[in-house]
């Protein structure tokens, strides 16, 4: 009984530890109401007095005590300006975020959901956000990507935690957010060209997890996969996507915005 239990202690360890890029969409709101919609305007107006048309946004989804070491945000996806069509059918500007989440009732697969600022940070477990805004250049070429449907051309449903951005195998959001941030730099949605430039100049960000863990994760844990990697688990992390632009001159600006109205640097 007591190994049982052991076993039972180390799983539910190991969905926490490693679930840091966990793309789930949140239904249960753990915030007033009130404060998320307040917030939810903050990101909003900060991005549009910055002048940006496409950024990266990050949200924390679980308790900042228990994401792995050099883990920040647990999703990324990309929000991009745009005329939104209200339930009434009145037309107003502001921010679509452009999502990959994993699917409710199949942890191991995922699927392309636009959804609104309120709407991302409804279940988050602290109210700070993580934004990325690229050069005016590279964000036309994300707006061109999605606008062209490219972002669903490099999706890969099959989902992994800790998906390896060196290769296709799994995928998780901040992979595919930079996915689509290098379709539009080399402009093109050949996977196999993706990856190599990946290879070259984006350096992932080793996920520090007891390897026991993994084991179990690989056997019982959906959403966890380690059959994408080689040596040491490293994966695509909202830090190391700004480090990424800045050491390639494509960054203008990469900040954690707290609901205080503090700003600070990311990098």
């Known amino acids: 009984m007591r190994m049982i239990y052991t076993f039972i202690i180390a799983l539910s360890a ?25 917030f939810a305007k903050q990101v909003e107006n900060f991005a549009a007095a910055e ?11 679980r308790p900042e005590k ?19 069509t209200l339930d009434n059918r009145e037309k107003v ?11 409710q009732n199949q942890a191991d697969k995922s699927e392309l959901v636009i959804d609104y600022p309120v709407d991302f940070f409804w279940g988050v477990n602290a109210l700070k956000a993580g934004i990325i805004i690229p050069t005016p250049a590279v964000q036309q070429r ?7 449907g490219q972002d669903k051309q490099i999706h890969n449903e099959n989902y992994s935690v800790i998906a390896n951005p060196f290769n296709n195998t799994f995928q998780n959001c901040t992979e595919h957010t930079l996915n689509i941030i290098n379709a539009g730099i080399y402009q093109t949605t050949d996977i196999a060209e ?6 070259q100049h984006f350096q992932a960000q080793r996920v520090k997890i007891n390897p026991v863990k993994l084991l179990l994760g690989n056997l019982f844990v959906d959403d966890v996969s380690t059959k994408d990697h080689r040596g040491k688990v490293k994966t695509t992390t909202f830090t190391m996507i700004g480090k990424y632009l800045k050491e390639n001159d494509l960054l203008a600006k990469a900040v954690v ?9 990311l990098l």
């Open 194 to 199: 993706l990856k190599s430039n990946a290879k």
């Open 93 to 103: 500007n502001g921010y679509a975020i452009h999502n990959l989440y994993q699917k």
């Open 51 to 61: 002048g940006a048309r496409a950024f990266i946004i990050a949200r924390i989804g």
């Open 257 to 265: 915005l707290e609901s205080n109205g503090e700003i600070n640097e």
């Open 14 to 38: 190991l969905h926490w530890s490693v679930a840091h890029a966990g793309s789930a969409q949140d239904n249960a709101i753990k915030l007033p109401i009130e404060q998320v919609e307040i």
């Open 66 to 84: 228990e994401l792995p070491k050099g883990i920040s945000f647990t999703h990324t996806a990309i929000a991009l300006y745009s005329e939104i």
């Open 142 to 148: 994300i707006i061109t990507v999605i606008a062209n």
